[in-house]
C-alpha cells in the first residue's frame, strides 16, 4: 500500500508539471505554435517560388541563399497565397546603397505601366541610403499601386517610417521578423519591432521579394500560419490565372529581332522600347513561339512628342463620318503615333494602338476593308475611347478564342467576342512598327 500511494503522489506531481509547463509555453507564445515553422526556402532550389517578370539570372541559389542580381526590376513571389501569419527572414545588400523590397499581400502579375506588384511593401534599403523624409535605411512600410494602409507612427502619408534606426550596413546580414494578421502588418528589425500599419487592403495574397538595381542575398526564410480570419473577397489579392511572361527585361530572347532593328529594338530593364527608326526590311518584332488560343496582357505608351493633327472621325459603325459633299469629317487632335500587336502572324489581325477618336483596340485591317461584313465590321470597332492621355500607361488585356476577340483597355471592355474571319489557326505575336516611338512592358501570355 505505502507503494501504491508513493506511486500515485509521483503521479500527481508529472502531471502537475506538465500542465505547468504547458502553461508557461502557451503564456510565451499565445498562439501556442511556435514549432510550427515552414521553410519558404529549401536552400538548394527556387521550388515554391514564380519568377514573375524577371530573367532567370535574376533570382538564382548561391551558397543556400537566394541571390538577387537587382536587374531587371521585377520580383520573385511564392506559389500561394497567405493571409495571417509571422515571416521570418535575413537580408544583406552586396553594394553601397543597394535597394530591393519584400512585399506582402501582393497581387500575382506587376501592376499596370510598373515592375512592381500591387501590396504592402516593407523597404528593404542599405545603410548608406542614410535617413531621409522619404524613406530610410530600413523598416519603412507603404501601400504601392492600389493597395492601402493607414501607417504606425511616425509616418508622411501613408508611409510608416521605423522608430528605431536599426539596420546593419553593407555586407552585414540583418533580420526582420514581419506579422501579419487581420490586416495589421508589424516589422521587428535586428529583434525590436519598429513600425507598422493597420486597415491594410488587400489582407490575404503572396510574399514576394524585390529586385530593384540592388545585389542583395536572402535566407533562412519561414513562415509561421496564424488562424483565418475569412477575409471578403474585395480583401483578397486575385489568384494566379497561370500567366508567363515574354519579355525578359535584361534581353529580347524569344523575339525574333530583325536583322537591321538591333539598336532600335531594345530591352531596358523593365521596358521594351522601340525608337520608330528601324530601316530593316522587317520592322515589326514577332515571338519566336507561335500560339493557338491565348490571353495576353501588354502595358504601352507613347514615348515620344505629340503634335495636333486633323485625325478622321469614325462612327460605331466602323465607316468615316462623311460630309454633306461625301467628303471625311476630320478633328484636331494631338498625336504621337500608330502602332498595335499583330495575331497569329497576320498582319491584318491587328489590335491596334493610335490617338484617333475612335480609341485604341480595334482591328483596322477589318474594320478598314469595305469588302467586310458590316456586322463584323461594327464589332471591330471600339464601343468607347478608354486610353489614358499620351505619356500615361495603358494595359491591353487581348482574349483570342478560335475567331473570336475580345479586347479591355484599361479595365474597360471596347471588343467584345468579335469574330475574325480567316485568321491563322496558330501563328506569332507581333509588336507593330509604324514609324512612331513606343514603350511596352508586362508582357504576360496565358494560353488557353
Known sequence: MPRLI????????????????AQNETEANPQGQESNWVDLFDGTSLNGWVNVNCAPSTWTVRDGMIHCSGIPTGALRTDRQYENFILELEWRHLVPGGNAGLFVWAEPISAPGVPFLRAIEVQILDHAYGKSDWFTTHGDIFPIHGS?????????????????MRSKPTPEWNHYRVTCQDGVIKLAVNGKEVSGGSQC??????????SEGGEVDYRNLRIRELPSSAPEP?????????????????????????????????????????DGKSEAEEKHLWTKQSYRDFVLICDW??????????????????DYALDGKGERITEELPFAGDSGIFLRGSTKSQVNIWNWSIGSGEVYGYRNDPATDPAIRRALTPRLAADNPIGKWNRFVI????????????????????PLPGIPSEGPIGLQHHGDPIEFASIYLKEL
Open 148 to 164: 492601402t494602409m493607414i501607417p504606425d507612427e511616425p509616418s508622411r502619408g501613408s508611409r510608416s517610417f521605423p522608430n528605431e
Open 201 to 210: 487592403v488587400y489582407r490575404k495574397g503572396y510574399i514576394a521579394l524585390e
Open 399 to 418: 482574349t483570342l478564342k478560335g475567331d473570336r476577340l475580345s479586347v479591355t483597355l484599361n479595365g474597360l471592355s471596347v471588343i467584345e467576342g468579335a
Open 234 to 274: 474585395a480583401m483578397v489579392a486575385p489568384l494566379d490565372e497561370g500567366f508567363q511572361s515574354l519579355y525578359s527585361g535584361v534581353d529580347l530572347e524569344g523575339w525574333s529581332v530583325p536583322p537591321g532593328s538591333e539598336d532600335h529594338w531594345q530591352a531596358k530593364d523593365w521596358k521594351l522600347i522601340y
Open 6 to 21: 508513493l506511486l500515485c503522489y509521483c503521479l500527481i506531481y508529472l502531471f502537475a508539471n506538465r500542465s505547468l509547463l
Open 301 to 318: 505608351r507613347w514615348s515620344g512628342d505629340s503634335t495636333l493633327r486633323n485625325l478622321p472621325v469614325i462612327t460605331p459603325s466602323g
